[in-house]
């Protein structure tokens, strides 16, 4: 993921809507990548993840694309919902790397009523 | 309950006054890991352990140390802790090093006056 300095970027949301999450991953030879989540006074918590293998994978409420071209993964999240509200980190890894995780900065996302 | 535990989850210290946050995981993890969290930096590894008396340097060791020596618990020193050691800490554990969630702790609020 790449870094953006000290202010996090933001995304806000209507609740009900659905939100989508970007990321820019730094290297090709990366072939896993999460999507963590974390709450306010929490501490990360594993949401999705995907494989280089795959382009698309799908959870509850949650779709992970994965566009190795250009190197990036987005997090899409249908029907926002209040307990969505958090910030949400890629991280990618590759065996290359002795699977060592390289983290984003981080998105936060606000939930507007 | 799965769970990552750390010990204390607050703590206000001063330059040079030896500390050690605990932390402990029950799921027989075999890797564990801790990380520092700082605004806009997203999280570094300070230190990881593939297995008991197995121990390496991540992103950021200067200024700390781990130990070992029971699969369950790995216990962060920092034997003279300096006002920019002052951050967010998290435990970490995973099945194995490798394409595998990661389990955290709830994390540790240290600050260093």
């Known amino acids: 993921g790449e870094s953006v300095g000290l202010h996090l970027p933001t995304l806000s949301v209507q609740e009900g809507d659905n939100s989508i999450i970007n990321c820019a991953y730094s290297?090709?030879?990366?072939?896993?990548f999460i999507w963590y989540k974390q709450e306010s006074g929490k501490g990360p918590q594993f949401i999705i993840d995907?494989?280089?293998n795959m382009d698309k994978r799908q959870g509850q409420r949650v779709t992970v694309l994965l566009n190795k071209t250009v190197k990036h993964l987005s997090l899409q999240i249908a029907a926002t919902q209040p307990g969505d509200s958090a910030v949400y980190f890629c991280?990618?890894?590759?065996?290359?790397?002795?699977?060592?995780?390289?983290w984003g900065a981080g998105t936060k996302l606000i939930i507007k009523p | 309950e799965a769970q990552v535990t750390q010990n204390p989850r607050y703590l206000i210290t001063v330059t040079g006054k030896k500390l050690t946050v605990t932390c402990s995981q029950n799921?027989?993890?075999?890797?564990m890991s801790w990380y520092r969290q700082d605004p806009g930096l997203g999280l570094r590894q300070i230190y990881y352990?593939?297995?008991?008396?197995?121990?390496d340097k991540g992103d950021v060791p200067e200024g700390y140390k781990v130990s070992r020596k029971e699969k369950r618990n790995f216990p962060l020193i920092l034997e003279s802790p300096s006002p920019n050691q002052t951050s967010l800490y998290f435990c970490?554990?995973?099945?194995?090093?490798?394409?595998?969630?990661?389990?955290f702790g709830p994390g540790t609020r240290l600050t260093v006056t």
């Open positions: 970490a554990s995973s099945l194995s090093r490798g394409p595998y969630e990661q389990y």
């Open positions: 799921m027989n993890h075999e890797y």
């Open positions: 352990s593939m297995n008991v008396e197995v121990t």
């Open positions: 290297n090709s030879a990366s072939d896993y």
């Open positions: 995907i494989r280089s």
């Open positions: 991280a990618e890894t590759s065996m290359d790397s002795n699977y060592q995780l390289i």
